[in-house]
């Protein structure tokens, strides 16, 4: 008996639907909370990604990014980005808090949603880049500490760090050896929370690589 491949789209879906990103499995519905996390303000960026990362799996992120294009009305592709829209506009609007939804009660497209989102909560705060910076500068293991419950730590704070200050992408020479540096940096910092003499050897074999 041969198995038969089952195509999840039906023939009159792809007929009328000419980008993927537009089609909805049975699955979906606006109730669906696609993040555990909701939007409350102060933890934005740690959302953002995380709802990035749920959209992207949906082949729904360019919703948000911008990258799919609002069709003209009355084009054969309007009717399928309309109703795909409305359905990624009421999974953000419900991971974001009520008393959040003011200004986004009345926005017409997703994309709009998440750039007053964006424009409200993803300002740069330079007291809290201050204190990570303080926070791994001054950061050591502690004596019944582990190693790697140590670097756990150091790499939580710098996981934040690349959310509130991400290296610009380019793919230029001089960019390399910013990002090279930003690395040598980092790891003479994790380094220098190891003061104990037992991880010397450690700490003079990274350092000859």
Not at 78 to 93: G, Q, R, Y
Request: charged share 25%.
């Amino acid at each position: 008996m041969t198995s038969e491949k089952i195509d999840p789209w039906t023939k009159s879906e792809k007929h009328h639907t000419s980008n993927p990103a537009f089609y909805l499995s049975s699955s979906d519905n606006p109730g669906t909370p696609l993040v555990a996390s909701v939007l409350k303000g102060p933890n934005y960026r740690t959302w953002a990604r995380a709802m990035k990362t749920a959209l992207r799996a949906k082949m729904k992120l360019g919703f948000i990014d911008g990258t799919i294009k609002k069709p003209t009305i009355g084009s054969r592709d309007f009717p399928n980005w309309e109703k795909t829209d409305s359905m990624v506009m009421a999974w953000l609007i419900n991971v974001v808090e009520p008393s959040l939804h003011g200004s986004i009660s009345h926005a017409s497209t997703t994309r709009d949603i998440w750039l007053d989102l964006e424009e409200r909560f993803a300002q740069i705060n330079a007291p809290r880049i201050h204190q990570l910076w303080h926070m791994l500068c001054m950061m050591e293991k502690e004596h019944d500490e582990d190693v790697t419950s140590y670097y756990t730590k150091f790499k939580s704070i710098l996981d934040e760090l690349d959310e509130l200050q991400p290296l610009l992408e380019c793919n230029c020479e001089a960019s390399k050896q910013m990002i090279q540096r930003e690395e040598d940096h980092r790891v003479h910092l994790f380094l220098g929370g190891l003061e104990n003499e037992e991880y010397s050897h450690i700490k003079a074999t990274i350092l000859n690589t």
